[in-house]
């Protein structure tokens, strides 16, 4: 498969994808040669420790090398919703995730913060991330992608992207994220009572499993933005993994639709879809 290169490069922990103003043109991004990779951080507003992992995804920027490819997520868990505070990011989708990349890297402990770099889990206490993306970064990419985006006349966002994967890869499977900055919540119990946290990169709405079939996936759909939300804090992101070992083939993102005009504020509510990531390891275990 030939691959073209990226139409646009990015520092990680820049947004991905500031979303453009309704009805206007559409912008687009290709994947390019190198594998871009996604720093996924699991984490809860429940959890004493997350904080500031929270706060080291936020800053990821720094901690890379000039011109590193990355794309972070914080994906809220809900298993922490019980003792005492209930995240209101959290979602089990990401719970079912997070455990199935677990088991994927052939360990079976699930806590919070837990990070994993393009499906490759870092040891607790482990300050590898820099060192993992640039690994990450050095290998050819094991597939491509195509994201181009635009906003409807009624405010929501549509998506046309398209996956493939060359022959012998294994079964993949697309994924899209749309995640939200500046988020602050003030924490009235539990673990961090009393304190006011600030979150970046949250994941809002999440898209996938879409199986490639014959190598190839595509979406073309609209996607009402999280209510309340402004288009210059919310983020796109859209990435390959290989369904059976966890490992991210390609990842891809853009900020080329950017609006400075736009003013920024926070979003309050968010939507996401069914577990369709939960109903398709039930029918593809393994």
């Given at each position: ?106 360990h079976d402990v699930v806590y919070t ?36 985006s635009s906003r409807t006349s009624n ?132």
């Open positions: 498969m030939e691959f073209r290169t990226a139409a646009i490069l990015f520092l990680a922990g820049i947004p991905a994808v500031a979303l453009p103003a309704a009805g206007s043109a559409a912008c687009s991004v290709h994947s390019g040669q190198r594998t871009a990779a996604l720093v996924e951080l699991y984490t809860s507003e429940g959890c004493s420790s997350c904080p500031p992992a929270d706060q080291k995804l936020a800053r990821l920027p720094q901690a890379l090398e000039p011109g590193a490819e990355a794309f972070a997520l914080a994906l809220h868990v809900n298993y922490w919703d019980s003792i005492g505070w209930q995240d209101p990011y959290a979602q089990s989708v990401f719970s079912e995730r997070q455990s199935w990349l677990v088991h994927a890297n052939h913060p837990h990070f994993f770099v393009s499906g490759t889990e870092l040891s607790p206490g482990q300050d590898g991330l820099r060192d993992e993306v640039i690994r990450v970064n050095a290998r050819p990419a094991k597939a491509e992608i195509q994201l181009t405010g929501a966002l549509m998506l046309d992207v398209v996956a493939h994967a060359p022959e012998g890869v294994g079964p993949a499977a697309l994924y899209l994220a749309l995640a939200e900055n500046g988020l602050v919540s003030k924490v009235l119990r539990g673990e961090n009572g009393g304190l006011t946290l600030t979150h970046a990169h949250v994941a809002r709405t999440w898209i996938g499993p879409i199986v490639l079939t014959d190598g190839t996936a595509q979406v073309h759909r609209e996607m009402p933005l999280p209510g309340g939300a402004v288009p210059a804090q919310l983020e796109l992101v859209a990435f390959v993994e290989d369904e059976h070992t966890g490992k991210i083939l390609q990842a891809v993102g853009s900020q080329a639709c950017a609006r400075p005009e736009i003013p920024v504020s926070r979003a309050t509510e968010f939507s996401v879809p069914g577990s369709e990531f939960e109903q398709f390891h039930q029918a593809n275990p393994g």
